[in-house]
């Protein structure tokens, strides 16, 4: 099965028995990231992490501070 990066637009070819082949042909909005791609995006949000600003808000709570 030959897929597409969605960030470095490179083609790759995946096993098309394998189970990330099978979840991209059913779930086709589901996106493939390359190994290069989402080992990058893991160590920028790691640095993110380590610098103390990052915060993830739940919908709750953004609701309630709205009130």
């Given at each position: 099965m030959?897929?597409?990066c969605v960030l470095c637009d490179e083609f790759h070819t995946?096993?098309?028995h394998s189970l990330q082949a099978k979840r991209l042909r059913n779930r086709w909005i589901?996106?493939?990231l390359c190994?290069?791609?989402d080992e990058r995006i893991r160590r920028n949000t790691n640095a993110r992490h380590?610098?103390?600003?990052?915060h993830l808000y739940n919908?709750?709570?953004q609701?309630?501070?709205?009130i």
């Open positions: 030959k897929v597409q995946l096993n098309p589901q996106m493939f190994k290069t791609c380590a610098t103390g600003k990052f919908e709750d709570v609701k309630d501070e709205l």
